[in-house]
């Protein structure tokens, strides 16, 4: 039987601190995706006109909601991974973020005959775009996560999430610089379910790995 | 070691009227703790214990006196390891007993199928700890036995046999700073040990 008494001598005696959670897992999620993504793009190309679409008012959301699901997602992460904290305002960004994603849907939608909604939707490359953004964003997530194990979190599902979507959305805006389908009938779908797709696998990894 | 032993074991009184006292203790000990102030930092767990046992006999008190004592250890293995997560411009209970709720959940979690007396109806018939060590927990006991041989004699040599950290190296072949890392990453192992609740 060990007494607490003696537990206490014992972790008394380890004097080695702790590694903070910060700045590590921003360079171990943000590496990989810009790596890969880099890679990514150097095989498929950058859109020549990328320049003109960042001018543009309905582009220009291919990469405004994707980073500010990343800016969020981080920060939830890091808010979470402190024990105590209650971090609503980042639950209430990403929920934003979903609601000018579904808004956008629809605007696009109401200007769009009904026939076309389903050639619109499906554009040419959904494989790609769902392959390369939760291909990127799952080395992020899993360079984050072998971090973020460092932190205290007591929702270890969430935490999983909001790293999960965080690294989406940088995926999504790094594979936005390649690809040139601008309606966002296709975007904010296809974008959307691979950033929620890394999310989900996320929080079924962080309930395993964040476990306190 | 020469730790400074805070022994105020008088549960209620603990959680009652030294209270706002006690909250800048806490935050002052861990603050030297964060510098390397050992005797601080043994001080500062031992004054949370008693808190922490009155915590877990108040919110888990159908369970056993052994088992309890459990989740105590296991809270103060997980404050230590995971005391860099408190800022030190934040007040350090909140940050505690947030770590404490999660641990009694996950262990009335884990124990729920073994633990199936309607607790509220015996709670008055179970005898107040007659007989049992409060200071004592089985656990750890028995995780310390799965451990591989190094970081179980480490963990032995350390807690029973009171060594100190300068001459645990010497003790088994290791640069001191290489017995600092060995003895961190022995908690470590015995904390994910907890956890699996193997």
């Not at chain 1, 389903?118 to 790609?128: C, D, E, L, N, P």
């Not at chain 2, 006991?141 to 350390?158: G, K, W």
Request: glycine share 10%; charged share 20%.
């Amino acid at each position: 039987m060990m007494k607490t008494e003696d537990l206490i001598a014992l972790l008394a005696t380890d004097t080695r601190p702790g590694r903070a959670v910060l700045p590590d897992v921003l360079l171990a999620a943000f590496g990989p995706i810009l790596i890969t993504g880099s890679v990514l793009l150097m095989v498929l190309g950058v859109r020549p006109d990328l320049i003109d679409t960042f001018t543009s008012p309905i582009t220009i959301w291919k990469w405004l909601l994707p980073g500010l699901m990343v800016a969020a997602g981080l920060h939830l992460a890091l808010a979470l991974s402190r024990p105590e904290s209650r971090p609503q305002k980042a639950w209430l960004v990403i929920l934003m973020v979903a609601v000018l994603g579904a808004g956008l849907f629809t605007i696009r939608a109401v200007f769009l005959p009904p026939v076309d909604w389903i050639a619109a939707i499906r554009g040419q490359t959904i494989f790609v775009c769902l392959a390369s953004i939760s291909g990127i964003g799952l080395t992020g997530l899993f360079g984050g996560l072998a971090i973020l194990r460092r932190g205290a979190t007591t929702r270890p599902g969430l935490s999983g999430l909001a790293l999960g979507l965080g690294s989406g959305g940088a995926a999504a805006a790094l594979y936005a610089l390649y690809c040139n389908e601008d309606d966002p009938m296709f975007f904010v779908t296809w974008y959307g379910a691979a950033i929620l797709a890394v999310g989900l696998i996320g929080a079924i990894s962080g309930r395993r790995l964040l476990k306190m | 070691m020469t730790a400074v032993r805070v022994t105020n074991r008088c549960d209620g009184r603990i959680a009652g009227s030294n209270m706002t006292e006690n909250r800048d203790d806490w935050a002052h000990l861990l603050r030297a703790a964060n510098r390397g102030d050992t005797p601080a930092y043994a001080a500062f767990l031992a004054a949370l214990a008693p808190v922490l046992r009155g915590i877990v006999r108040a919110r888990a008190g159908g369970i056993d006196a052994a088992l309890r004592e459990d989740i105590v250890q296991e809270v103060l293995l997980t404050v230590h390891l995971k005391r860099h997560t408190w800022a030190e411009d934040r007040p350090v209970r909140p940050w505690v007993y947030a770590i404490t709720r999660y641990k009694i959940v996950d262990a009335l979690r884990r124990n729920g199928r073994d633990i199936t007396l309607p607790v509220e109806d015996f709670a008055d018939i179970i005898p107040a700890e007659a007989g049992t060590d409060p200071f004592a927990a089985r656990d750890t006991e028995r995780m310390l036995d799965q451990l591989d041989d190094r970081s179980r004699n480490i963990l032995r040599a350390v807690a029973y046999e009171g060594t100190k950290l300068a001459d645990l190296g010497s003790r088994f072949g290791l640069s001191q700073g290489a017995a600092r890392v060995a003895l961190h990453r022995a908690m470590g192992k015995l904390s994910a040990l907890r956890r699996t609740g193997q």
